[in-house]
């Protein structure tokens, strides 16, 4: 495992996003942070114990079945454990930006609900490989076109529980 982003960098970063997201909804209305499972468990947890403000947190699953030469991948959302968000302010957060399909089809699902609004942080958005335009408005790192594990991102579900971010070999 080659580590791409170590823990104690990952955790000064959270403290500059914190002070960001705090200030753009200090003063406002109580902002849901809504997070996406399960890649986002470890960015949650950590950015909303830096946030020193009124907040709820909610959590939203999409999964994606990668299609292979004849069907394309497919995204199926479940909003069963989301709090009626009718009204509210999203803060949606997600692991890692890649393709953007993900956040784009959750952004308008939430709309769909009819939230107030929703602003979307990433923790990682990897170059090179975006297919739909999408601008997060918080972003933790920009990271090359490698697979990483950790820190919530797995390969077969292995590694979510590592410190850090890494590439995992082999996978280059
Ligand atoms: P998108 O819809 O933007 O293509 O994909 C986002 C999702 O794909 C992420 O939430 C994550 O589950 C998965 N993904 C994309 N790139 C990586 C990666 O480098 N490592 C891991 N573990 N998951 C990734
Ligand atoms: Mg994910």
Same mark, same amino acid.
């Given at each position: 495992?080659?580590?791409?982003?170590?823990?104690?960098?990952?955790?000064?970063?959270?403290?500059?996003?914190?002070?960001?997201?705090?200030?753009?909804?200090?003063?406002?209305?109580?902002?849901?942070?809504?997070?996406?499972?399960?890649?986002?468990?470890?960015?949650?947890?950590?950015?909303?114990?830096?946030?020193?403000?009124?907040?709820?947190?909610?959590?939203?699953?999409?999964?994606?079945?990668?299609? #292979?030469?004849?069907?394309? &991948?497919?995204?199926?959302?479940? %909003?069963?454990?989301?709090?009626? @968000?009718?009204?509210?302010? /999203? +803060?949606?957060?997600?692991?890692?930006?890649?393709?953007?399909?993900?956040?784009?089809?959750?952004?308008?699902?939430?709309?769909?609900?009819?939230?107030?609004?929703?602003?979307?942080?990433?923790?990682?958005?990897?170059?090179?490989?975006?297919?739909?335009?999408?601008?997060?408005?918080?972003?933790?790192?920009?990271?090359? #076109?490698?697979?990483?594990? &950790?820190?919530?991102?797995?390969? %077969?579900?292995?590694?979510?529980? @590592?410190?850090?971010?890494? /590439? +995992?070999?082999?996978?280059?």
């Amino acid at each position: 495992m080659n580590v791409l982003i170590p823990a104690d960098t990952i955790r000064e970063r959270l403290d500059a996003l914190a002070i960001q997201i705090s200030q753009a909804y200090e003063g406002k209305p109580p902002v849901t942070v809504v997070g996406i499972l399960n890649g986002c468990l470890m960015f949650v947890a950590d950015l909303v114990r830096r946030i020193d403000l009124p907040l709820r947190v909610a959590f939203i699953t999409a999964s994606s079945y990668r299609g #292979d030469a004849t069907t394309p &991948g497919k995204l199926v959302i479940h %909003d069963g454990l989301l709090p009626d @968000l009718k009204g509210r302010h /999203v +803060l949606l957060l997600d692991d890692i930006l890649d393709t953007g399909k993900t956040l784009t089809r959750v952004v308008s699902h939430l709309i769909d609900l009819g939230v107030a609004s929703v602003k979307v942080g990433v923790l990682l958005r990897k170059i090179g490989r975006q297919e739909v335009p999408f601008e997060p408005d918080f972003i933790g790192f920009t990271i090359p #076109d490698k697979f990483v594990v &950790g820190y919530g991102l797995d390969f %077969d579900d292995e590694y979510r529980h @590592l410190p850090y971010i890494g /590439v +995992l070999e082999g996978k280059e």
